[in-house]
């Protein structure tokens, strides 16, 4: 019987494989939606469009919002200054949580998973450190982006964040705040709505 070439077993990346077969299969983790067409359709389109600064890998890479780019990298080297933490470090950290990070979106992230580390370390940084508690008195960079923080579609999981800035072992600061309580102090303002820690707490993502 004539062999059956079944294909290579040194698959390096198992996410190119998906994608070329057709993307994920939907998973129960998802929290992090699109939003829908129809939704858009007789809306003002800008109350769905990111006006400043893209978060995690959805709308990634788009033309308008590169500059941003720029200050979320300075926002990096800042914490990794701050930290005395290399880059590796939070990398592997991320590497752990990519099969679990990548279900928690809706549809399939079409990029590499070396891209993906990158979009989600860089985005992890910046919504740290774009917080009251830590922000200049002129950093006006923070103001830009509040309205931007409300996107369906400008989210990452609270895991992620929780993970790689566990405040009890590697932050500095006397009152090692945590990202529940930071993301309560972004959140519980005029712009947003007035809630509760709790409201966060029980949620999946950044911004439920």
């Excluded at 500059?67 to 939070?90: A, G, I, T």
Aim: one cysteine or more.
């Amino acid at each position: 019987m004539e062999d059956i070439d079944e294909g290579p077993n040194d698959i390096e990346n198992p996410y190119d494989l998906m994608l070329e077969l057709g993307g994920f299969s939907l998973s129960p983790l998802r929290c992090i939606y699109g939003v829908p067409k129809r939704l858009r359709q007789g809306n003002d389109e800008e109350a769905y469009t990111r006006q400043v600064v893209s978060i995690g890998p959805l709308h990634h890479g788009k033309e308008h919002l590169n500059v941003m780019e720029y200050h979320k990298k300075r926002y990096l080297r800042d914490c990794l200054r701050r930290n005395r933490l290399n880059l590796e470090f939070y990398k592997r950290k991320i590497k752990g949580q990519e099969v679990k990070l990548r279900s928690c979106y809706a549809e399939p992230i079409r990029c590499s998973s070396e891209e993906f580390l990158r979009i989600i370390l860089v985005d992890a940084v910046f919504m740290r450190y774009n917080n009251p508690k830590f922000r200049d008195e002129d950093d006006y960079i923070y103001y830009w982006v509040l309205a931007d923080l409300r996107m369906l579609e400008n989210q990452l999981t609270l895991f992620i964040l929780e993970d790689l800035f566990d405040p009890g072992k590697y932050f500095d600061y006397a009152d090692k705040p945590s990202i529940i309580s930071l993301s309560y102090a972004v959140f519980n303002t005029p712009f947003f709505w007035k809630g509760s820690k709790d409201d966060i707490l029980e949620g999946k993502s950044f911004m439920k």
